[in-house]
């Protein structure tokens, strides 16, 4: 019974238990081979979820993220079709993508202007960029070449590229978190600002990192979702931000900062990612899927502030956090 108060193990069981009553009524939804799909399927989501899980430590939160996503995509697919040879463009739209997460870290961290309003703002301008950049025009399959579109859906060891990055961005991230300093920068700055500036540790650079980290993962997935679905334009993603705060809410990544783990808002990802994948199969429309986030973040959310613990004495004066 102790391992049930893990957060981990409660959703792996609740996992367990979705896939055990969709299994009742469709039984090929469990083969190796159809969960391979939903995992592929949830690698995007996946890849945001970890960065949206280091701003959240840092006590932020970052709506641009598929924003972020779609001018990546865009940039990607402008490239392609100007020739760019394909290991340039992952560089340049991972490196796109940092960029654009810095600015969020730069005006939240110098600026001390809340994360929510920073990323609204800039959520709009990157829609808006891709607009100016297109207008309003769509990039469809025959205008990309067949290398950029087959990269992501190449099958090696059983599993397509995609699924792959998505294994190793999760590797890197959790060492990230484990095994570095700044991982346990994220943590003490999201749990406790004042003693983290009282233990050396910068709360805006911080802050700043994770924004940085968010941002290249976004424009990574911008490319593997432009190329796997073989067309870009201006709202790709919508909403999608969405999902992502909820697969890190689900997954116990704490709103207010300072607790979560990499297993956790992975857990919370593939949640989401089977009842998406599910939601057809059992004869219910996906237009659901929305109102089933917003249920689960608040559920989820319920659920984090009455098993929260009981705050210590602060016996440090505050301390300035624009550092």
Not at 43 to 57: E, R, S, T
Not at 311 to 316: A, D, K, Q, T, Y
Request: hydrophobic share 60%; glycine share 12%.
């Amino acid at each position: 019974m102790r391992y049930l108060k893990s957060r981990e193990a409660i959703l792996a069981l609740a996992i367990v238990v979705l896939l055990g009553v969709i299994a009742s009524r469709f039984p090929g939804f469990v083969r190796p081979s159809n969960l391979a799909r939903v995992f592929t399927d949830t690698a995007p989501l996946i890849l945001l979820a970890l960065g949206q899980m280091a701003v959240i430590l840092t006590k932020c939160i970052d709506l641009s993220v598929a924003a972020n996503l779609a001018f990546c995509g865009m940039v990607a697919a402008l490239m392609n079709g100007a020739g760019v040879p394909l290991p340039l463009i992952l560089l340049a739209v991972i490196g796109l993508g940092a960029s654009l997460g810095a600015i969020n870290g730069l005006l939240v961290w110098r600026l001390g202007i809340p994360s929510i309003v920073v990323t609204l703002g800039t959520m709009t301008i990157y829609r808006g960029t891709i607009f100016l950049m297109t207008g309003g025009a769509w990039i469809n399959a025959h205008q990309m070449t067949s290398g950029f579109k087959a990269f992501p859906r190449h099958v090696l060891a059983g599993l397509p590229i995609m699924a792959w990055i998505a294994i190793a961005a999760i590797a890197l991230v959790a060492l990230l978190m484990t095994r570095t300093a700044l991982g346990r920068a994220f943590y003490a700055v999201g749990g406790n600002p004042h003693a983290a500036i009282y233990a050396g540790i910068s709360v805006g650079r911080s802050q700043f990192a994770a924004f940085v980290l968010a941002g290249a993962l976004a424009g990574l997935t911008g490319y593997l979702w432009v190329a796997r679905y073989a067309v870009a334009y201006v709202d790709i993603a919508g909403g999608f931000e969405l999902d992502v705060v909820a697969a890190c809410v689900i997954g116990g990544i704490a709103i207010a900062g300072g607790a979560g783990t990499v297993a956790g808002a992975v857990m919370g990802a593939l949640f989401l990612g089977i009842i998406k994948n599910a939601l057809p199969v059992v004869g219910i429309s996906p237009f659901w899927q929305m109102a089933i986030s917003g249920s689960a973040i608040l559920i989820a959310i319920a659920f984090n502030a009455t098993s929260q613990r009981i705050p210590g004495r602060i016996i440090l004066k505050q301390a300035g956090h624009r550092t």
